[in-house]
């Protein structure tokens, strides 16, 4: 049974061909192999040859799927019943293991082999190399349509290849179940495969995209050209700079053909990427088409990448070489260089004349490497355009020679930000800062008084910047030269990967902030805020009330007026034991105790604050008051918003912060503070009354039709304004004062005047028309006067209720309004309800429409 399985892959995993050579003896060659694969001998294999079948593809794929053909050929031959089931059925096996079995076969070759050779099957190695090497061509094949079909036809050129999409999917996705004796017709197949256009030359042009794939100046390339031939198609102008040339292109919908890619756009790519390597190989390239190109890639190594790709592919097919590689390898370095220096010699030249011209021994006039960068800089600004590849080679050797070395991008990068305006100040300060021991007191100063991140990580920042620039900001002797010092910092200098202009970004950031701590000797808002949490914790309280408005709900009773101060000497000033009780307390609102919060959350406590007062502690027990004093803040809101008696207007609360800075080492951390308690006690409340609510909503029907800012309205106009229900009013005294000056100020303003005659044309005139209406008179004298007595003209108020509302005064409809709260508080029968609703609506339709007749 072992051998059957093992015979029966041999047979299904091998593909006996015709022999290459014209003659008799390869032609018997090949029919024996596939007899003796049919386990049959060889007997017959002469007589197919003279009478004519011996094209042993043919008899595989053609003649053993048409039974007259095959038996023609059996009699013909004179081969026996038996021989000639055995050689059908194995050319009907020939070749139909899937693509699953031939990777297993793949995987497991030499088992496969030596098991066949112990059971005498004539399975040869070379037969089975053929059939893999079948498998890696379209597995190649396959990969490559699948890499243009989803990477180039998709990356900004629309194409439409609706066909050759749907078949390589079709394989992609049933690759295993393909079978192998299928696979070579699939794609080259004269008739049925998909590269059956030979003009097309696609199975090339695959190859020679999958090689280009990562390539980003192909990709541009083939992006431009793509974009160009879509819209010369479109009657577009390709090169157009209108505002409106990408609203344009994005309309249009036109889609390159496949035969508009294969003989169109490949071609015109192909021509344009030979023209780039031949341009690179001899230097002619121009310095606006290398910036086009090259400059648009990120480091030298890429610029090398590049180039390897472009010799091997650029003569139009794969593996090519060039003998001018290594060549034009130091050529583009050399534009990458110069590309760099094209911003940075103004720098390193402004470096040198002003920000470290104090780190010389003399002045820039007799400096050679000065001189020549500052003329390479004057003439780069002149020419840069008109320059080529191998005249910028020309013109940056002097300068080459005399640095010794060139100077990476990065080098150059951090030499840029160094010379900037925004780094004047802090270079400055730093060149001053040569002494080791002031500097660490300067950073500890700072780290003790500025806690911010942004502050605490540009100390980080400078204290490397400082060390890697210590040999060149601060030498043993004044540099003789420009040359000296770029020596000392490529040398001395370590970039860190780039992550030392990193560190020169963040302190030039956060310089300015961090200049006024060492400057002014002030502590930052951090370490303010620190300190406020200390106050707070020991003075603060923290006020809530009812409020239509969220944000008034919580304020904060900072008395600043008990604050501990420091004096001269830096001892506890005293606060004052008792402060004005007659001056009103001053409040901050919930807007700087959230801003506090978020200053607080972003300090980073210095060490000695922690030290002296354990502020982590502190802070932490701030925070945790807060938060739940917010909390308690919108169950106040939501109370009043749903109308619970106790908290409407007029409802007040103040709870003080408290921590026991003296005990904090002994206090119960689980103990329950009052800002709890309360916080529980709210929730509770809220349940309650939402349960009252529902109940009562359910209980009597009418309620439904009034919110609860109605019923309290209600309420209020029935019991007044003093009712037990109601909490505590704030005192009005100071707003009845006010009222009685209006009241008095309105008796005057009632005694004008209501209008004002004419004295031309006796018209009469309302009194607030400075001039006459018939005749544009001036208003008289007297009535000027008598308006200014009355302190001006009565201005129009809005309607409003009278003002016995407001005090609950009784008044005409009240019984109504009683009657009907009487009604909503009963339990009635609400069918019963609408049932005579509806019969007094039909009763008045019918009138109505009687009246009408």
């Given at each position: 049974?072992?051998?059957?399985?093992?015979?029966?892959?041999?047979?299904?995993?091998?593909?006996?061909?015709?022999?290459?050579?014209?003659?008799?003896?390869?032609?018997?060659?090949?029919?024996?192999?596939?007899?003796?694969?049919?386990?049959?001998?060889?007997?017959?294999?002469?007589?197919?040859?003279?009478?004519?079948?011996?094209?042993?593809?043919?008899?595989?794929?053609?003649?053993?799927?048409?039974?007259?053909?095959?038996?023609?050929?059996?009699?013909?031959?004179?081969?026996?019943?038996?021989?000639?089931?055995?050689?059908?059925?194995?050319?009907?096996?020939?070749?139909?293991?899937?693509?699953?079995?031939?990777?297993?076969?793949?995987?497991?070759?030499?088992?496969?082999?030596?098991?066949?050779?112990?059971?005498?099957?004539?399975?040869?190695?070379?037969?089975?190399?053929?059939?893999?090497?079948?498998?890696?061509?379209?597995?190649?094949?396959?990969?490559?349509?699948?890499?243009?079909?989803?990477?180039?036809?998709?990356?900004?050129?629309?194409?439409?290849?609706?066909?050759?999409?749907?078949?390589?999917?079709?394989?992609?996705?049933?690759?295993?179940?393909?079978?192998?004796?299928?696979?070579?017709?699939?794609?080259?197949?004269?008739?049925?495969?998909?590269?059956?256009?030979?003009?097309?030359?696609?199975?090339?042009?695959?190859?020679?995209?999958?090689?280009?794939?990562?390539?980003?100046?192909?990709?541009?390339?083939?992006?431009?050209?793509?974009?160009?031939?879509?819209?010369?198609?479109?009657?577009?102008?390709?090169?157009?700079?209108?505002?409106?040339?990408?609203?344009?292109?994005?309309?249009?919908?036109?889609?390159?053909?496949?035969?508009?890619?294969?003989?169109?756009?490949?071609?015109?790519?192909?021509?344009?990427?030979?023209?780039?390597?031949?341009?690179?190989?001899?230097?002619?390239?121009?310095?606006?088409?290398?910036?086009?190109?090259?400059?648009?890639?990120?480091?030298?190594?890429?610029?090398?990448?590049?180039?390897?790709?472009?010799?091997?592919?650029?003569?139009?097919?794969?593996?090519?070489?060039?003998?001018?590689?290594?060549?034009?390898?130091?050529?583009?370095?050399?534009?990458?260089?110069?590309?760099?220096?094209?911003?940075?010699?103004?720098?390193?030249?402004?470096?040198?004349?002003?920000?470290?011209?104090?780190?010389?021994?003399?002045?820039?006039?007799?400096?050679?490497?000065?001189?020549?960068?500052?003329?390479?800089?004057?003439?780069?600004?002149?020419?840069?355009?008109?320059?080529?590849?191998?005249?910028?080679?020309?013109?940056?050797?002097?300068?080459?020679?005399?640095?010794?070395?060139?100077?990476?991008?990065?080098?150059?990068?951090?030499?840029?930000?160094?010379?900037?305006?925004?780094?004047?100040?802090?270079?400055?300060?730093?060149?001053?800062?040569?002494?080791?021991?002031?500097?660490?007191?300067?950073?500890?100063?700072?780290?003790?008084?500025?806690?911010?991140?942004?502050?605490?990580?540009?100390?980080?920042?400078?204290?490397?910047?400082?060390?890697?620039?210590?040999?060149?900001?601060?030498?043993?002797?004044?540099?003789?030269?420009?040359?000296?010092?770029?020596?000392?910092?490529?040398?001395?200098?370590?970039?860190?990967?780039?992550?030392?202009?990193?560190?020169?970004?963040?302190?030039?950031?956060?310089?300015?902030?961090?200049?006024?701590?060492?400057?002014?000797?002030?502590?930052?808002?951090?370490?303010?805020?620190?300190?406020?949490?200390?106050?707070?914790?020991?003075?603060?309280?923290?006020?809530?009330?009812?409020?239509?408005?969220?944000?008034?709900?919580?304020?904060?009773?900072?008395?600043?007026?008990?604050?501990?101060?420091?004096?001269?000497?830096?001892?506890?000033?005293?606060?004052?034991?008792?402060?004005?009780?007659?001056?009103?307390?001053?409040?901050?609102?919930?807007?700087?105790?959230?801003?506090?919060?978020?200053?607080?959350?972003?300090?980073?406590?210095?060490?000695?604050?922690?030290?002296?007062?354990?502020?982590?502690?502190?802070?932490?027990?701030?925070?945790?008051?807060?938060?739940?004093?917010?909390?308690?803040?919108?169950?106040?809101?939501?109370?009043?918003?749903?109308?619970h008696f106790a908290f409407q207007t007029g409802y007040k609360k103040r709870i003080a912060f408290t921590y026991d800075a003296e005990a904090k080492e002994q206090q119960d951390e689980t103990k329950e503070t009052?800002?709890?308690?309360?916080?529980?006690?709210?929730?509770?409340?809220?349940?309650?009354?939402?349960?009252?609510?529902?109940?009562?909503?359910?209980?009597?029907?009418?309620?439904?039709?009034?919110?609860?800012?109605?019923?309290?309205?209600?309420?209020?106009?029935?019991?007044?304004?003093?009712?037990?229900?109601?909490?505590?009013?704030?005192?009005?005294?100071?707003?009845?004062?006010?009222?009685?000056?209006?009241?008095?100020?309105?008796?005057?303003?009632?005694?004008?005047?209501?209008?004002?005659?004419?004295?031309?044309?006796?018209?009469?005139?309302?009194?607030?028309?400075?001039?006459?209406?018939?005749?544009?008179?001036?208003?008289?004298?007297?009535?000027?006067?008598?308006?200014?007595?009355?302190?001006?003209?009565?201005?129009?108020?809005?309607?409003?209720?009278?003002?016995?509302?407001?005090?609950?005064?009784?008044?005409?409809?009240?019984?109504?309004?009683?009657?009907?709260?009487?009604?909503?508080?009963?339990?009635?029968?609400?069918?019963?309800?609408?049932?005579?609703?509806?019969?007094?609506?039909?009763?008045?339709?019918?009138?109505?429409?009687?009246?009408?007749?």
């Amino acid at each position: 049974h072992v051998h059957a399985v093992l015979s029966n892959a041999a047979v299904s995993a091998a593909l006996p061909r015709q022999g290459h050579e014209e003659n008799d003896e390869a032609k018997l060659k090949a029919l024996e192999e596939t007899w003796k694969l049919a386990g049959l001998g060889v007997e017959d294999c002469k007589t197919q040859i003279e009478l004519g079948y011996d094209d042993v593809e043919y008899m595989i794929y053609q003649m053993s799927q048409r039974d007259p053909d095959w038996q023609e050929m059996v009699e013909a031959c004179n081969i026996s019943k038996s021989s000639s089931d055995k050689l059908l059925a194995a050319c009907r096996k020939f070749g139909t293991a899937t693509m699953e079995t031939m990777n297993v076969i793949k995987k497991n070759k030499e088992q496969f082999l030596n098991l066949l050779g112990k059971i005498g099957c004539p399975f040869s190695r070379e037969m089975l190399d053929e059939q893999l090497k079948d498998m890696l061509s379209f597995d190649t094949l396959l990969k490559q349509t699948n890499t243009f079909l989803n990477f180039y036809c998709d990356c900004g050129v629309p194409i439409t290849v609706t066909k050759m999409q749907k078949a390589v999917k079709t394989w992609t996705e049933g690759y295993n179940k393909l079978i192998l004796r299928n696979i070579k017709g699939l794609f080259k197949d004269e008739k049925k495969g998909l590269f059956q256009e030979k003009k097309y030359n696609e199975e090339f042009y695959m190859a020679w995209l999958y090689e280009l794939q990562t390539s980003r100046l192909f990709l541009n390339q083939w992006r431009t050209s793509g974009r160009g031939l879509v819209a010369k198609l479109s009657g577009r102008d390709a090169k157009s700079r209108s505002k409106f040339a990408a609203l344009d292109e994005d309309k249009d919908d036109t889609k390159l053909t496949r035969k508009q890619v294969f003989m169109q756009l490949l071609p015109s790519v192909e021509r344009e990427w030979k023209l780039l390597k031949d341009s690179v190989g001899d230097g002619s390239i121009t310095v606006p088409r290398l910036e086009e190109t090259f400059a648009t890639l990120s480091s030298d190594e890429e610029y090398v990448r590049e180039l390897l790709l472009l010799t091997s592919t650029g003569d139009g097919e794969v593996g090519g070489e060039a003998k001018w590689t290594q060549d034009a390898i130091t050529k583009l370095k050399d534009f990458s260089m110069l590309l760099h220096m094209k911003n940075s010699i103004p720098a390193i030249l402004k470096l040198r004349t002003t920000m470290l011209a104090s780190l010389f021994a003399s002045a820039e006039k007799g400096d050679q490497l000065y001189t020549q960068l500052k003329n390479l800089d004057e003439q780069l600004k002149r020419e840069w355009s008109k320059k080529t590849l191998l005249s910028l080679t020309e013109l940056v050797a002097p300068v080459k020679k005399n640095l010794g070395a060139q100077l990476t991008s990065v080098q150059l990068r951090f030499l840029t930000v160094l010379a900037d305006k925004n780094s004047e100040q802090m270079v400055e300060w730093l060149l001053k800062q040569k002494s080791q021991a002031q500097f660490n007191q300067m950073k500890q100063f700072v780290n003790d008084s500025g806690g911010e991140a942004n502050i605490v990580n540009a100390v980080a920042s400078l204290v490397t910047l400082r060390t890697q620039l210590l040999r060149l900001i601060y030498p043993v002797k004044p540099y003789a030269s420009l040359k000296d010092m770029i020596h000392v910092f490529r040398t001395e200098v370590d970039m860190q990967r780039g992550e030392l202009t990193s560190h020169l970004e963040s302190v030039t950031q956060s310089f300015a902030a961090l200049y006024r701590i060492i400057k002014g000797g002030k502590e930052s808002a951090g370490i303010k805020a620190c300190k406020d949490i200390i106050h707070f914790l020991s003075y603060g309280v923290l006020s809530f009330k009812s409020s239509d408005d969220p944000n008034d709900v919580l304020v904060l009773e900072p008395h600043w007026e008990k604050k501990v101060t420091k004096t001269a000497d830096g001892k506890d000033a005293k606060a004052p034991a008792q402060p004005d009780s007659s001056a009103p307390v001053k409040t901050e609102n919930l807007e700087f105790l959230l801003d506090l919060r978020s200053k607080i959350v972003m300090t980073e406590i210095p060490a000695k604050m922690e030290r002296e007062y354990k502020m982590s502690k502190l802070v932490a027990k701030f925070l945790d008051q807060l938060q739940v004093a917010l909390d308690i803040k919108d169950l106040i809101f939501q109370l009043y918003q749903k109308g619970h008696f106790a908290f409407q207007t007029g409802y007040k609360k103040r709870i003080a912060f408290t921590y026991d800075a003296e005990a904090k080492e002994q206090q119960d951390e689980t103990k329950e503070t009052e800002f709890q308690r309360e916080y529980v006690h709210l929730q509770n409340e809220l349940s309650s009354w939402n349960a009252i609510i529902k109940r009562a909503r359910t209980q009597f029907y009418y309620l439904n039709f009034f919110t609860m800012r109605e019923i309290l309205k209600i309420v209020d106009l029935l019991l007044g304004d003093s009712a037990k229900w109601r909490p505590k009013q704030e005192d009005t005294k100071g707003n009845d004062e006010e009222a009685k000056k209006e009241e008095a100020k309105d008796e005057k303003q009632d005694m004008l005047p209501k209008v004002w005659k004419c004295p031309q044309d006796t018209f009469d005139n309302k009194l607030e028309h400075p001039k006459c209406l018939m005749c544009g008179l001036p208003r008289p004298e007297a009535i000027d006067k008598l308006i200014e007595a009355a302190g001006g003209l009565k201005k129009r108020r809005r309607s409003r209720s009278p003002s016995y509302r407001e005090k609950g005064v009784e008044y005409d409809s009240g019984k109504d309004l009683a009657a009907m709260l009487t009604l909503a508080n009963s339990s009635v029968d609400v069918r019963r309800v609408q049932k005579s609703f509806s019969e007094h609506s039909k009763k008045l339709k019918e009138g109505i429409e009687a009246l009408e007749k």
